[in-house]
């Protein structure tokens, strides 16, 4: 896909798996060229906390660049008793 006069870019979309462990993992693998990209999302903060022994560290092996969207999360539920 170009991206602009200067420059191309590739998408390559790779199946996450595993909670999007995977596909993380191999971006944290990846050389530090800053051509590889990573959307992170709220399933990466919960599997830091779900996960005992995960391969990466998120906040130590991956750095932000970009804010693409912010909004807010609302948990549901019924109340107790079923209600």
Same mark, same amino acid.
């Given at each position: 896909? $170009?991206?602009?006069?200067?420059?191309s870019a590739v998408h390559? !979309?790779?199946p /996450?798996? $595993?909670g999007t462990?995977?596909?993380?993992?191999?971006v944290? !693998?990846?050389? /530090?060229d800053g051509?590889?990209?990573?959307?992170?999302t709220t399933t990466h903060a919960t599997n /830091?906390?779900?996960?005992d022994k995960l391969n990466f560290?998120?906040?130590?092996d991956i750095a932000p660049i970009a804010g693409v969207f912010r909004g807010t999360t609302s948990p549901f539920g019924e109340p107790p008793g079923g209600g």
């Open positions: 896909m $170009a991206v602009g006069a200067a420059w390559h !979309r790779k /996450a798996g $595993a462990n995977i596909g993380t993992e191999a944290v !693998r990846a050389p /530090a051509y590889t990209l990573l959307m992170v /830091a906390a779900l996960y560290d998120l906040i130590r």
